[in-house]
């Protein structure tokens, strides 16, 4: 039996479905309104598991699920290449990470003037400039490629904007759909400062065992939904 | 696989080695505070040191290289001049495909001594041949002391050396730098609207308009690196001739006699390289003195610029089969032991070995 993880709630799920639904997969809720069970109909040997989009990485890293939906910020952010495949990007759930700075910093345009700024900053103030964020691994590699230094990661896994009115962190690396709570925060995205481009990925685990059974339940799966086998 | 008491074996050997050398033994803790080893490599180290929590002590390290704890414990109560050997693991986070050991073996060898640091740097490279002969290990060695000579014998601003400076262990941030304050490389679109933004007005002006201010950095920070954009963006390029040297140099790869004799004949139009080139050939005599050939002893100029190192003059690595990671590596940090020094400083030199991979290859032989 393959074992799909689904988003349990919201925007997230309802677009989920439907992508499923438009290709002859259709899933829903089951139960009452507040259960977490869900059934599939359109495809024999597929159960779907609904979970938190959060936890999803997890699930697929444990080999829990053989399938899952998330963003690709969670996955690229928690998982590596040998322990995931991408299945297809389904197109939705479309939002930037991205680094901002103080609009007040009229002397930083780019990633390279961030750095020019991290050196001055910790030469005036005695330590690194902290940039808040809870996409650590993601923005360090990002960093790392271009070549800045003289900063820090602190942590930060909600209400990241205000960080630096806050004065917790001189500048914020977080995920953007519309800008609008960046601008209200008073901060600026640098203008090559896109980390990644996030969207609702179907990803199947490498960890997961699959039976000569799944497989051949994958094999039907991938027709009807128009994709590449992953594995 | 060599077992773990093979190369325990194999580094007690080379511990006692470097006693007999006159080395006096140390340890240091296992668990190091992450802030001084995050504030020397910045955030790049955590994604090679293992990092943990202690709930009185903050972020710790699982020691991920001997060099800091003991240049540290030297600095705070050592007598001058002194000679330190260590056995022990570090804690390096791999790839989860590169198959490499997370968690090996180094045993390491440092000499603090103001008297003569060629000689000293000779003494730690001679010391690794001898206990190394016979493994078919291919010496390389590098000093990244003449590369840093010749960016502070630039004839450009000092806030542009200091961004080479401050970048000579990132290749690719430095040749970028290069390339663009010696006009090889076109002024980037962003810098071009950068500066157009900032032709508007003053820069308290152009703060004011900007909004609410939110953020530590000053307003006088903001200002200052306005001007100094602005006053840069009128610096003439570094001269043709003179950043042909500095690419020359960093690409020159010779054994080490002849890229002596390359170095003598650009110093003319490199002045300020003089002295370091000096350095390198005291050392030369300093190896030669001790039965090294330099005439075949490979020499590159930008070996040991990785990211994660401290080096800043001699530098040497022993390697093996391509498949293996370097056998044995070392050099100059006179500049780490200001950092950590508190004010102090000593010139410094040394050198790890991986026992590990000395079975590994003995084993084979």
Partial sequence: MIRIGVPSKGRLMQDCFDWFGAHGVVMRRDGA?????????????VVPVLLSAAEIPRELASGRIHLGVT?????????????VAEVSKLGFGQADLI???PNVWIDVETVDDLDAAAAGFRAAHGHRLRIATKYHRLVREFLQRHGVADYQLVDSQGATE?????????AIADITSSGETLRANHLRVLSDGLIHQSEAVLWASRVAEWTGEDRKVMERLVGMLGVRPPL | MIPKTASRAEGETLLAAFLQAGAVPVETDLLQPAETLLDLYGEDIRARAYVTQ???????????DFTVPVVQAHMSHGAEPARYAYLGEVFRKQDRASGKASEYLQVGYEVFDRSAPEGADAEVFALFRDLLAGLALRPVTGDIGILMAAVRGLETTERRKAALLRHVWRPMRFKALLDRFSGRAPVPAGRIRLLERLAAGSPLDLIAEAG??????????ITARAEALVADADTPPIR???????????????????????????????????????????????????????????????HGRTALEYYDGFVFSFLGPKDMPPVASGGRYDALTAVLGAGAFIPAVGGVIRPELVARLKGAT
């Fill in chain 2, 212 to 221: 609410t201010f939110v953020g530590l950095r000053s307003a006088e920070e």
């Fill in chain 2, 240 to 302: 043709a001739t003179e950043a042909a040297l500095l690419y020359d140099l960093l690409n020159l790869e010779a054994p080490a006699a002849a890229a002596l004799a390359h170095l003598r004949g650009i110093t003319p139009m490199l002045p300020a390289i003089g002295p370091a080139v000096d350095r390198f050939a005291a050392r030369l005599a300093a190896l030669a003195a001790r039965g090294v050939d330099v005439s075949t002893l490979a020499f590159e100029a930008s």
């Fill in chain 2, 54 to 64: 202690d709930p009185a002590r903050g972020e710790m390290m699982l020691r991920p």
């Fill in chain 1, 71 to 83: 963003g690709s910020d969670l996955v690229r952010e928690q998982l590596g290449e040998d322990e």
């Fill in chain 1, 33 to 45: 309104d507040r259960e977490y069970s869900g059934v599939i109909e359109g495809v024999e040997g």
């Fill in chain 1, 162 to 170: 205000g960080t630096v009115k806050n004065g917790t962190a001189e």
């Fill in chain 1, 99 to 101: 680094i901002a700075v």
